[in-house]
């Protein structure tokens, strides 16, 4: 929603500072007061150009801001302009371009009045329209499309692929075949260098492991070793064991030592037999490791790397020398996967179509409602080149209007007015509900030629319509007026010889004033009773 809204040397506005709620909002004036200023500064925020001959009469710059919230994230944009030209745009305190206004808000914000970011007027956004509406009802298809179109991707892509790799220049082949040659005739092994590396230097250093474990042995278990030395010290502790029960402790510690040191002693001995001092072998592993090093340093830089390229390259040069074969499958996949997304395309279009009558026969009741009984919509599929097929589907969709049944409905930018083009989309977010994705609407001239029952109609749609959107709306009818959950009154008035427009909340018995004014062009005590009985009914409505 758009909470907050500061206009300051906008035309005639100098200061104005407007808080919305999140319902249904009205701003009411008289003709010329300068109602849709609202409109242009809600234009800039969305991105629109600015002019300088907007700015106030002795301003040197105007400036806009607003505070946003769309699901629960807070946006506050802000534009100026001066008279030299300038213009900056800030959002959420940083400078951006005009652009990024327009791709943060403009698609949450629809206003209605002028041909300005009206997606009902453009093509691109029909077919979001019509799905939105559909809902449930072309979902599986809708996802069954995207789901054959990914297969198709695929299958197109692995076919294009090896088909330029078919083709590749012999010379590039061939050098792949010699690599992958020399890396065959190594045939490195996963993790055989570290392998290597942690192995060497035990080999290496073979005859000094040997000589350490035959002198721990000895150390361990000769005479006048440790062990003999500990077996002494334990012959002299039981002499006098039976006498002093104390020693206990200390005996089996010797016990546990002398344990420890015949086991270390016979274990330095098994070692020193088992070490192999083999020149010819550690010539050999030190020759390999140097050739798994070369391997790496040429097409790693790890041997895990030089493994992979072995692998890409083997599947390449096989698929390479047995392409055919592979070509003809990729094409028969290739083939069943264009079938299946062109049978999903179809099955898409019907369910359009379906949704398509539906549509154009609850919008035409919704406008007769609206005092636009002869007017009709259509929907128009153009069957798009298979090459031009979106993710979204097959068709281009585009609505079509007429404002009366003799007549062909043509596109609606270029045959319906402002105030036609505000009701066909009042009646359009009606009928959307809770699906629309537009969360602030604004409307401007859709009172525009109606008054009576369809005045009535229009404000009941549009009080039901702030039920699931903030709606902002620029009226001349009272029957209008009386719905709103927050209603400003839009006055010119003269200061120091010039003219200031002023907008301002009305409450109470000033909002009782301003709806008879709106009701009889004055206010009477007639006009305020019959206000305050609009008020009393929209209230219980």
């Known amino acids: ?25 009205v701003l009411t004036g008289e003709t010329g007061a300068g109602k849709t200023v609202l409109m242009s500064a809600i234009k800039l925020l969305l991105g629109q150009r600015g002019d300088v001959q907007t700015i106030s009469p002795d301003a040197e710059e105007m400036k806009v801001e607003g505070r946003f919230y769309f699901n629960d994230d807070e946006y506050i944009a802000s534009r100026t302009l001066t008279n030299a030209g300038r213009n900056k745009c800030m959002l959420n305190g940083e400078m951006v371009p005009v652009k990024s206004l327009s791709d943060v808000l403009a698609l949450r914000v629809d206003l209605h009045g002028q041909h300005d ?84 230097p035990a080999l290496a250093h073979s005859e000094e492991i040997a000589q350490a474990s035959d002198e721990v042995w000895a150390l361990m278990t000769g005479e006048g070793a440790v062990g003999d030395q500990l077996s002494r010290a334990l012959t002299s502790l039981e002499r ?18 002398l344990i420890e040191a015949q086991e270390i002693g016979a274990s330095m001995r098994d070692y020193a037999q088992t070490v192999d001092h083999d020149p010819r072998r550690l010539d050999e592993m030190q020759n390999r490791l140097k050739e798994l090093e070369s391997l790496s340093k040429r097409f790693g830089p790890s041997l895990d790397e030089v493994l992979k390229k072995k692998e890409q390259l083997s599947e390449l040069i096989d698929a390479v020398d047995n392409s055919e074969l592979y070509l003809n499958q990729l094409r028969k996949n290739c083939q069943n996967a264009r079938q299946d997304f062109e049978a999903a395309a179809a099955k898409l279009h019907v369910k359009r179509a379906q949704a398509a009558r539906r549509f154009c026969d609850e919008l035409r009741d919704s406008l007769r ?30 609505f079509l209007y007429s404002p009366v049944a003799s007549a062909p409905c043509r596109p609606l930018a270029k045959i319906a007015s402002g105030g036609e083009i505000s009701r066909v989309m009042l009646a359009l977010k009606t009928i959307l509900g809770k699906s629309d994705a537009v969360s602030i609407l604004v409307f401007d001239e859709i009172d525009a030629g109606i008054g009576g029952s369809t005045a009535q109609s229009v404000a009941r749609r549009l009080k039901e319509l702030s039920r699931n959107h903030q709606v902002l709306v620029i009226t001349h009818l009272a029957q209008v007026a009386v719905y709103a959950d927050k209603h400003y009154v839009v006055e010119k008035c003269e200061e120091s010889s010039r003219a200031v427009t002023t907008v301002s909340e009305v409450r109470g018995e000033t909002r009782i004033k301003e709806i008879a004014r709106l009701l009889s062009g004055e206010v009477s005590d007639l006009a305020c009773a019959h206000a305050r009985e609009l008020l009393e009914s929209a209230a219980i409505s």
């Open 1 to 25: 929603m758009l909470e907050e809204l500061h206009i300051q040397n906008l035309a005639l506005v100098e200061d104005a500072w407007l808080e919305f709620s999140p319902g249904l909002n």
């Open 117 to 200: 970011h009206q997606t009902l007027l453009k093509p691109a956004f029909h077919r979001g329209i019509l799905d939105a509406y559909a809902g449930e009802d072309i979902a599986g298809e809708l996802s069954a499309y995207k789901e054959a179109r990914h297969i198709f991707e695929q299958a197109s892509r692995a076919l294009t692929e090896l088909q330029e790799q078919a083709a590749q220049d012999s010379r590039a082949l061939e050098a792949n075949r010699l690599i992958l040659q020399e890396i065959e005739r190594v045939n490195p092994l996963p993790d055989e260098d570290e392998q290597l590396r942690s192995a060497l």
């Open 240 to 257: 006098v064991l039976t006498y002093d029960a104390s020693f206990e402790a200390t005996h089996q510690q010797l016990s546990s030592l």
């Open 369 to 398: 409602d609206l005092a636009l009984e002869n007017a009709r919509i259509e929907v128009e599929f153009y069957e798009l080149p298979f090459e031009q097929w979106t993710l979204e589907g097959s068709e281009k969709i585009e």
